[in-house]
């Protein structure tokens, strides 16, 4: 018995922009059965969202168009339905989730109208579609599901927003589910809720999942199959276990090669001189008020941290969305005041210094941010990006220097002397964070905080740039507050990590104690949630054949 879902074959994309042809997408083929999961594995330009986005109908034309394949579906090709067979197919048999759900939420509607919508579209009555849509979310694990139907996307946590989509997606029973980096964004302990309720709902409906992802670890652990695609082409398929175990590829045995968490654990020297401290750092925020406006609830951001940085150190902090790891590095550049407690540089009080003082630890306190497309002004060149920091910190560089000492920096994070007259959108998202690590350099700092700064990146440019950092970091003598939700990167790159839950540190200790002697239930809960890149025959996630 054929038990082929979707066959999809020979597929081509091509994006015109004027004169360029740029083919994202060449002869590519491959098929998911029935009541599996399919990866399609690739890092960021390899073409496997637009193959998806061709299956749902949903490249847009012009720029992009499909010049060859077939997407064989039930009978139908996918590639070339009209606008009625399309509605038809799309919701009730093929559904998909995307990877940022509140840019997929409409933010004046109630979650309850938009899970309804869907329903309704499709012939389902007003009243049957609010019933099944409370239904829907309490599958989900929306809590107080029936009281929650009003709220507003911005409401909900990053979680719970995928949980909304995931809900909306299933709403109709589709055969297929097309799972669009689904997880990237979200904390691991949420990663694994999700992945959880993707292989339940299958195990339940018996619809198949077409995974679409550049994390080894959740192909390793969800998948049955895989597809390694590389510059728009399928450079490797097969068996998770056997292509993960064997990768024929040298493609597949580079990004294999780059999954973080293998390596040695860094043995911390001796401490030196101690920059940075916090002794029983706390931030409140009011949530409500009552009469006259006195507050009658109080969010404990931060809750009596302590936390010491030292020369040459570099310190990591884990926690999900809501620990308290952004506030605190907040908190630590100055850009918001504790409500008690202290911040010391050098054994200063940050909040008792003078403005000159306080000027003056900023250029030795430099940050790395999440998203450099965000963090850096796309209408200056790279050169002018490099040179901002001069410019405000006067009589720290001669403008004679500038030139010369950009090109340096540039030529220090990777990059080379002509990329300084682009700007930042002529660079991939590897290149634009190199950019803005040549920036936090600029000024010579004793000290880089990194927030997030790898977690966007795809795991090959996410290994170069840990690189880049480690040995900038020997060149100057470089200490870092390294913030990431993702563990296995914690554990290769930090000497300390302080592991907080809700405001507090729950655990501090050297990376090797943390991962191999984790004394407190909720580091053991983190530790566990990561998925690994090495395929298991029992999983806790994939559901037997």
Excluded at 106 to 127: D, K, T
Excluded at 300 to 311: N, S, Y
Excluded at 410 to 415: A, C, F, H, Q
Aim: proline share 5%; hydrophobic share 40%; charged share 25%.
């Amino acid at each position: 018995m054929n038990d082929t879902l979707l066959k999809v074959s020979d597929l081509s994309v091509e994006f015109r922009n004027g004169s360029t042809v740029n083919k994202a997408v060449s002869g590519v083929s491959w098929d998911i059965r029935r009541g599996e999961t399919l990866a399609i594995l690739g890092e960021s330009g390899s073409g496997k969202s637009v193959s998806a986005s061709a299956i749902m109908g949903l490249i847009d034309s012009p720029p992009g168009r499909i010049t060859s394949g077939r997407a064989e579906f039930d009978g139908m090709d996918l590639l070339h339905l009209d606008d009625a067979e399309r509605r038809r197919i799309n919701g009730p048999r093929i559904a998909m989730i995307f990877q940022d759900p509140l840019a997929h939420l409409n933010p004046v509607y109630p979650i309850g109208w938009q899970v309804a919508e869907s329903m309704r579209l499709h012939g389902v009555s007003p009243e049957e579609a609010r019933r099944h849509t409370l239904e829907l979310l309490e599958r989900v694990g929306i809590r107080n599901a029936k009281a929650r139907l009003k709220d507003y996307p911005h409401q909900f946590s990053g979680g719970q927003r995928q949980r909304i989509m995931i809900a909306m997606a299933i709403a109709l029973k589709p055969d297929l589910l097309i799972a669009d980096e689904p997880t990237t964004a979200l904390d691991v302990t949420v990663q694994a809720q999700i992945l959880d309720l993707l292989t339940e709902l299958r195990r339940e409906t018996g619809m198949a999942v077409l995974l679409i992802t550049h994390d080894l670890g959740v192909v390793a652990q969800t998948a049955d199959r895989v597809v390694v695609m590389k510059d728009g082409q399928v450079v490797e398929r097969g068996d998770v276990r056997e292509v993960f175990g064997a990768p024929a590829h040298p493609y597949t045995r580079q990004l294999l090669d780059a999954v973080p968490g293998k390596s040695r654990f860094r043995q911390p020297e001796a401490a030196g001189e101690r920059l940075l401290e916090g002794r029983g750092v706390a931030k409140f925020y009011p949530i409500s008020a009552g009469w006259f406006g006195r507050p009658v609830e109080t969010l404990k951001a931060l809750d009596g941290v302590d936390f010491d940085l030292h020369k040459g150190e570099t310190l990591g902090i884990v926690g999900e969305s809501g620990s308290g790891k952004s506030t605190l590095a907040r908190t630590v550049l100055g850009l918001t005041r504790p409500t008690s407690g202290e911040i010391r540089w050098r054994g200063r009080n940050v909040a008792q210094m003078s403005a000159a003082e306080l000027f003056e630890m900023r250029r030795n306190l430099q940050v790395v941010f999440q998203d450099p497309t965000a963090s850096l002004n796309p209408r200056m060149s790279v050169a002018e990006i490099i040179a901002e920091p001069w410019a405000i910190h006067k009589g720290f560089l001669p403008r004679a220097q500038w030139k010369d000492r950009t090109v340096e920096l540039l030529e220090n994070v990777g990059l080379r002397a002509e990329h300084a007259e682009r700007h930042p959108h002529q660079f991939s998202g590897g290149q634009r964070q190199r950019i803005a690590i040549a920036r936090a350099l600029a000024l010579q700092p004793e000290v880089i905080l990194c927030d997030e700064a790898v977690s966007a990146l795809d795991v090959s440019v996410q290994a170069q740039v840990i690189d880049l950092l480690r040995k900038l970091q020997t060149q100057y003598a470089l200490s870092y507050i390294f913030i990431a939700h993702d563990l296995p990167l914690v554990r290769d790159f930090a000497d300390r990590i302080l592991v907080m839950k809700q405001g507090k540190v729950v655990e501090e200790g050297t990376a090797q104690e943390i991962f191999e002697r984790p004394r407190e239930p909720y580091t053991m809960e983190l530790i566990a949630a990561s998925p690994d890149a090495v395929p298991r025959s029992e999983s806790r996630w994939r559901s037997a054949q």
